[in-house]
């Protein structure tokens, strides 16, 4: 099994910032792309993230410009830094991990638990 233990949640007044961690461990794994997502009260969960292990990212068009994602490759962890944040950035955020096992097979996407960030007007 493999495990995410996300980190860096909280309460902030608008404006303020922001840094999300998490990291996966477990059974050996080739990851192919860590991110973020997050659900919002009464809505779907969206993407707001994500980044390959080459450093390719994909950032939703509501948080470009305000939120950077970043990878540690070494330690297999994922950073949101969340900048000029809004009211409406208010959500549960959960890490993504797609990865593969070390012999090339797909493994399901695992999920962290989610930590939820509360942004104050």
């Known amino acids: 099994q493999v495990q995410l233990v996300e980190s860096g949640g909280g309460l902030v007044q608008a404006g303020g910032s922001l840094r999300l961690s998490c990291s996966a461990s477990g059974r050996a794994f080739r990851v192919n792309s860590m991110g973020w997502y997050r659900q919002a009260p009464g809505k779907q969960r969206e993407l707001v993230a994500t980044i390959t292990s080459g450093g390719s990212t994909n950032v939703a068009e509501s948080v470009k410009g305000r939120f950077t994602i970043s990878m540690n490759n070494a330690k297999n962890t994922v950073y949101l830094q969340m900048n000029s944040l809004k009211p409406e950035d208010t959500a549960v955020y959960y890490c993504?991990?797609?990865?593969?096992?070390?012999?090339?097979?797909?493994?399901?996407?695992?999920w962290g638990q989610g930590t939820q960030v509360t942004v104050s007007s």
């Open positions: 993504n991990l797609r990865s593969w096992t070390t012999g090339w097979i797909r493994n399901p996407d695992y």
